[in-house]
């Protein structure tokens, strides 16, 4: 089992920044592939943005490229998500996940472990 646990959400007006942050413990955290995911108010989950085990491969969705940047300590047990240039709609719940495989996938159900989810809410 992995627990994970999110943290770093909260209210920001459009155009600033936030960085969540998801400490993971119960297995070895290198092994593996972390993503975030979110969830806005009605809509479904989608990914985010995803990272390799070792921290050297990243895959984003179109609409954070650029301004999102996912990076992970695996000292520390720690995903970060880097958010600039928040805007109202990137408002949503915020979830890590983990993945014992290689690859990075954008399909949820490829994620084994969720964490409880932090919220972000950008006002315009």
């Known amino acids: 089992q992995v627990q994970l646990v999110e943290s770093g959400g909260g209210l920001v007006q459009a155009g600033g920044s936030l960085t969540l942050s998801c400490i993971a413990s119960?297995?070895?955290?290198?092994?593996?592939?972390m993503g975030w995911f979110r969830q806005g108010p009605g809509e479904e989950r989608e990914f985010v943005g995803g990272i390799s085990r070792s921290g050297s491969s990243t895959d984003y969705t179109d609409a954070v490229k650029g301004r999102f940047t996912i990076s992970r300590d695996n000292a520390k047990n720690t995903v970060y998500l880097q958010m600039n240039g928040l805007k109202p709609e990137d408002t949503a719940v915020y979830y890590c996940a983990a993945r014992s495989y290689l690859s990075i996938v954008r399909r949820d159900s490829a994620y084994e472990y969720w964490g409880r989810g932090t919220q972000v809410t950008v006002s315009s």
């Open positions: 119960g297995r070895t955290f290198s092994n593996y592939v």
